[in-house]
């Protein structure tokens, strides 16, 4: 019974935060380029106001904006023809990251970006959520 719990919401959490999944929720939202609110799950606002509080408490070192910037630097693959990107890439990508490039609201949950190319990355925060929910 455990077991069972513990798979269905590992699944339920990965349907909603999944960066491999282009289905999940923040998959679909990360690629979209609609800077229109969207729908999402009440976990993401919790996460993200979260985060928000990490933000101010590591003087904005810890950003959930800085999808763009792993995505650029290729953090989590594996190439053997990969090389740094150069001063301009990062000087570009760093436009679109910084938690002033999204909003969110409680009710209902909802999210939107003000630069079509913003992503969040909430990896670093949602293995404790899944914890607390088991």
Do not use: C, M
Not at 5 to 29: G, H, M, N, Q
Not at 111 to 116: G, I
């Amino acid at each position: 019974l455990l077991q069972e719990r513990t798979a269905a919401e590992l699944k339920r959490i990965e349907r909603i935060f999944s960066l491999y999944d282009p289905r999940s929720v923040l998959s679909s939202w990360n690629s979209s380029s609609s800077t229109e609110w969207a729908a999402v799950p009440a976990e993401v606002v919790e996460l993200l106001d979260f985060a928000h509080k990490l933000h101010r408490e590591t003087d904005g070192r810890f950003d959930p904006t800085i999808a763009p910037l792993s995505q650029l630097w290729r953090i989590g693959t594996v190439d053997l023809d990969w090389s740094p990107p150069t001063e301009s890439q990062i000087r570009e990508v760093k436009e679109y990251v910084g938690l002033h490039r999204i909003e969110w609201e409680s009710s209902p949950p909802r999210l939107r970006k003000n630069h079509p190319r913003v992503a969040i990355d909430l990896n670093a925060l949602v293995e404790g959520l899944a914890l607390r929910n088991l």
